[in-house]
């Protein structure tokens, strides 16, 4: 292994350079070797100064995350940081990549810093639910004022090169010459220019407060934020040695805090469930153009998403009027994407540009990724299918939209097994894609989608092809869950309201009179296993589709307003109660939210015990993306090990007690919950 520091002398000066693929995570070894360079450096007589830089693809973009919630190993970042600070030789940081977090800090701790033109500078701990903690509360406010450092640290975003240079958070900005140029630079030894010694944006103490006092009012009760105001309002008040007293504690006190834990095991199951066996010996097959095959609403939304990432695409529909159709719907999406801004008009009709129409499936032979979104006509679908084996060329990879179908079959149909899966774009936003690899699907053709995925800027998702895939195999579970806890005493209103206090981006009730209640009866008709409850299934029956009917589980007068607890509703709820002689309960929203993590842990333990996701923490990462599940909390299986798996098998047990029909403990959650380990310790792979 090469060292993750190493130290080069060149012409009187000390050039330090971190090595640590891929990022340049400040990590123990990395400190250590780091620490080890500065003393050396200052200790060596004929070295003058001392340039600090990085190998790959970046500086540092931050403190090492998988580190946090261990013992800390000596010398601490900040520690590390006041080393350099402290150097009695100048010290330069040549700046490029990701300059994040700690890495940023590590920079402000140099007395002199240059940036890469294209490079990205920001202190994004807040996403992490912590606060720059090795001096950057104190630091940056000293650098570039309290206004810009606040927005710096309580937005999480990063700046550009050209912007930290105006703020004077770097001293110069330069192309691809940037170490040449800080070396120049540092043979004319510069001065020796501590940031923590800086005052001149601090000589208006009332402006700096009336700052802080706005800010603060901005803020709700979130731990990170508040305590990065109170820490940047230190940089005022205190020596510089008792701000960072101060922000060590409130590092600490926000590493220890259950948002931070949720949003670091976040980050990393995000980045663990792109992670596809397949990857490690196959490479993708080039992918120039896209075919669809159907123009509806989910084959429009994909030929968008295709044009956006700047494919070439065909689409093929039946007929004039088919082709008509589908061009206009595409056509009114980059309407109302450059009247809302988020599109420009010349990007719109580019993207038109490259857009095909036809009803000649011989249009499909130059595609290498045909997404089948056709309706759900079999008969129709393996005519065409049958169509298309004649015309693809060899090597095209035919991906089914849903696996509503038997697509093993159809992948016969096709006459291509091997380059046959399942591609569904799921999710507020279209998200997540879900890759549904089948028995016979090639590895390079799993490799494919996910690098289609990447390009299309979704997560990307390995599932076994098992019918509803992943998040809505975890959707019906937790609109099962709601409806059980309907059936026993709760009201739509109620479950919303308490769901969305649990942080879900919408209620389940007010979500499916959003999408249409016809739609989850058509999906739910599909399903042989028991309902919970019939309720949806009357309102859909008697036409009642939600908002776009203006009645569902709510009553809306008007198309966008609120809507208030539809009575019909309730009077068919209070029937089937009857009905089926339930004794109501008294349930509160903690058993409500309760009830629903038990219900998605159970659900994913499924999933994890049938191998359709790879590890548990995909489940995660598919209810924070798919499903609107707060990414503070970690997502179900994260909470699951935060209650102790045989606490959550116990309390499963109890539910199942009543109700065994609506609860199950899946081996692999009582085989955790007996050898007494977590979720987490099967997310290795
Ligand atoms: C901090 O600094 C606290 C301090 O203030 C105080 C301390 C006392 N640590 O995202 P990618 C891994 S808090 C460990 O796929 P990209 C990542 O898991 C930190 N690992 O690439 C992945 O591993 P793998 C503040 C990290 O090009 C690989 O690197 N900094 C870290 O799409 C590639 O990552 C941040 O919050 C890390 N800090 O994006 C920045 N960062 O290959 C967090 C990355 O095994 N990082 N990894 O899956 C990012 O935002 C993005 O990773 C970055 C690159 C923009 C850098």
Redesign the pocket.
Known sequence: MTEPVRLERTSGLAVIVIDNP??N???AAVRQRLAKAMAEAVADDTVTAIVLTADG??FP??????E?GQPVVAP???DLCNQIEASPKPVLAALH??V????L?LAMAAHFRVAHEAA?LG???I??G?????G?TQRTPRLIGVEAALELMLSGLPISAQEAHELGLVDGVAGDDLRDIVIMLAKETPSVNPASKKRQHMMDGTEYMAQIALWRAELGDELAPNKIVDCVEAALLLPFEGGMDLEREA?AECLASPVSAGLRHA??AE??VA?FPELKDSHARPVDHIGILGGRVAGAALACACLDAGFPVTVLERGQAGTTQALERIGRHYQREAAAGRVSQQKGAEALDRLTLTDDPAKMGSADFVLDCMPEDTARKTQMLRNLDAVLKPGAIYAANTPDQDVEALAHVAGRPADTLIFHMTGPGAKLAEIGVLRHTAPDVVVTAHALARALRKVPVRCAAEPDLVANTLLHAYREACDRLLLRGALPNQVDGALRKFGMVIGPYEMLDHTGLHIAHMRRKSRSTPKALMLLDRMAEAGWLGRKSGQGYYVYDFEGGAGMLNPKMVQLLEAERQQRRVELEAISDADICTEVVLALIAAGAGLVERGVVQRPSDIDAVMIHGLGYPRARGGPMHEGDQMGTFDVARRIDKLAEKDPKGWRVAPVLRKLAAERHRFSDLNAV
């Open positions: 891929p990022v995570a400040l990590g693809r970046t973009a931050g403190a090492d995350i998988a946090f601490s970042l900040p990549g990701t994040l977090g700690g890495g800090e990205q202190l994004p701990e996403t992490l912590l606060i720059p903690g090795a950057g590092f980050f990393f980045r663990r992670k």
